[in-house]
């Protein structure tokens, strides 16, 4: 069993993005630039937020943070949105989610430019995913898969299940592994025989949001399983979908949580934003 370091890969992609800005700089005088708007207080908003801030600096962007209020109204976010689109030195344009529940984050979305849209959202974006013609991914699925690359793990004919249907990881998971000749099942709650599903998996995909939702019968022998999950158990302590104590003997590759996949969404989100800067500049 050999665990796949995010924090590692996540390394070797920030400074390949660094090397990449200073080029930038150095040639077109370009220096990628992102905003990051986030509204209301979230801790765990907060905790992603300062993240991407500090990922900026580390590969020499330029970042500008929005903090608003939770009682910002819709008209007032979509005009802050509108204005960012203008913005010649913001390449990517954040909104965190969640909003508060008075916000509508899909329209939210659909305001911002495709070209900006780092997070890759923006129905434009989720089409292009769907056809195979994309200029970004989303982060996280995008994630996964540098991670199986830097381990050389082989997609191509192998029977992927993917836990969870979400827009952000698991419907884009499935299309990354497709495009990769992956076989995809995609389960959710109303999947039968889910243990059975999973258990023949040769790649299991966890974005479920269920503290150790996946047990050891659920696992086949020697599969690589890619845990997306960021729960608390019942001790209040970090830890993932996978209940990762009782699966890690059964797995060929495991990412652990924390240290896995995490690392991965915010190193791709600067790979998304310096693309942009590129796009934008047509290099």
């Known amino acids: 069993m050999q665990i796949i370091d995010g924090k590692k890969v996540s390394a070797q992609v920030k400074q390949e993005v660094k090397n990449e800005t200073e080029l930038l700089k150095k040639e077109y005088s370009i220096t990628p630039g992102l905003a990051v708007v986030i509204v209301g207080d979230d801790p765990a908003s907060r905790v992603y937020v300062n993240n991407k801030k500090k990922a900026c600096e580390l590969v020499g962007f330029h970042s500008e943070e929005y903090a608003l209020p939770a009682e910002t109204t819709q008209e007032e976010l979509l005009s802050l949105v509108k204005e960012l689109n203008e913005k010649k030195d913001i390449n990517g344009i954040l909104v965190q989610l969640p909003l508060p529940k008075h916000l509508d984050d899909k329209a939210v979305i659909e305001a911002i430019n495709p070209l900006k849209d780092v997070d890759a959202f923006h129905a434009v974006n ?79 995909v966890a974005a479920v949001g269920k503290p150790k939702f996946v047990t050891a019968d659920m696992v086949k022998e020697g599969a690589v399983v890619i845990d997306v999950g960021m729960d608390r158990d019942e001790n209040g302590k970090l830890c993932g979908d996978v209940d990762f104590e009782n699966v890690k003997d059964k797995c060929s590759y495991i990412t652990p949580v924390p240290g896995g996949v995490g690392p991965m969404t915010i190193a791709t989100l600067m790979k998304n934003t310096i693309k942009a800067a590129k796009i934008q500049n047509n290099l």
């Open 126 to 204: 989720v089409g292009k995913i769907m056809l195979g013609e994309y200029d970004f991914l989303p982060c996280t699925p995008a994630g996964v898969m540098e991670m199986l690359h830097y381990y050389n793990i082989e997609v191509s004919g192998k029977n992927c299940v993917v836990i969870g249907r979400s827009n952000i990881v698991g419907k884009p998971m499935g299309m990354l592994l497709l495009h990769e000749n992956g076989t995809v099942t995609i389960c959710h709650s109303r999947t039968k025989n889910l243990a059975e599903v999973c258990s023949r998996a040769d790649i299991l």
